[in-house]
């Protein structure tokens, strides 16, 4: 209760920020739905699963992708506050077994459950943070495999995923992240450009040089993990997604063989 009493407090005290979140959430969720549609319409998709798997397994995923959050690997050529966790492979798996709307709408709820669990000590920032740049691996990637269901475009689609999550990672941390938290934490930018010229050489002593050498790389090796688990366990439990097991797959005419090719 008292978590949830210090979070309640949170809010109100970033209530302008939070709302901007939920509006960002929104909209990413909308132009998922979107391409779902078109896709569905081009390729004569049909939804075969029930509100209530489709639920429950949006429920397990989620939780298990906001425990997988507590798990961190700090990276040797980044500052400590930068590390590696696996929480979007089972955004991952619910995207690719019911489209991409449903990924964000794990992402999103993984981000509520944490929050919960743990609080924020970033005023949101690095929920935000993390919501996005998972969404940028998620959302392409899923969309792709989602309009042509093949063991060729479900590669394709990983390192699409990856590019995205890469680029989009790098481009945000500069434009928006970095300056966040450095007024979050009433420092100037250039002390934690100073973190990451002691982290990693590289990193120089401008935001230019600092992403592309600890965010870029962190992004790239957590799209490849990402990708590489996703390709090795969507395969395997494919089958129980669509039967019996924790949920069940989009199905059309063909999506059966095809997955198999």
């Given at each position: 209760m008292e978590k949830f009493n210090v979070l309640i407090d949170q809010i109100k005290s970033n209530a302008l920020y939070v709302v901007s979140f939920l509006l960002i959430i929104a909209g990413l969720f909308v132009c998922s739905v979107i391409a779902?549609?078109?896709?569905?319409?081009?390729?004569?998709?049909?939804?075969k699963?029930?509100?209530a798997r489709r639920a429950a397994s949006v429920g397990l995923l989620s939780a298990i992708s906001a425990v997988l959050m507590f798990f961190e690997v700090p990276m040797f050529f980044a500052p400590s506050f930068y590390k590696l966790d696996l929480?979007?492979?089972?955004?991952m798996i619910g995207a690719y077994a019911f489209g991409p709307s449903v990924g964000v709408l794990i992402e999103f709820?993984?981000?509520?459950?944490?929050?919960?669990?743990k609080g924020t000590s970033t005023a949101f920032v690095g929920e935000l943070a993390n919501f996005a740049v998972g969404s940028s691996f998620?959302?392409?990637?899923?969309t792709l495999y989602y309009s042509n269901r093949t063991k060729k475009t479900a590669l394709k689609s990983c390192i699409l995923g990856t590019i995205c999550i890469t680029l989009f990672g790098t481009a945000f941390n500069a434009v928006y992240l970095l300056p966040a938290f450095a007024k979050l934490y009433g420092m100037?930018?250039?002390?934690?450009?100073e973190m990451g010229a002691k982290?990693?050489?590289?990193a120089g002593n401008d935001i230019v040089t600092f992403v592309l050498a600890c965010v870029a790389p962190l992004n790239l090796i957590k799209g490849t993990v990402i990708s590489l688990l996703t390709l090795l366990i969507y395969k395997k439990?494919?089958?129980?997604?669509k039967g019996a097991g924790i949920g069940a797959d989009l199905v059309s005419n063909r999506e059966v063989q095809t997955e198999e090719n």
């Open positions: 779902e549609r078109i896709i569905r319409g081009k390729k004569g998709i049909t939804d699963t029930s509100a929480s979007e492979l089972p955004v709820i993984k981000i509520i459950l944490k929050l919960f669990m998620v959302i392409p990637a899923a100037p930018l250039e002390a934690i450009l982290a990693n050489p590289l439990i494919s089958p129980v997604l």
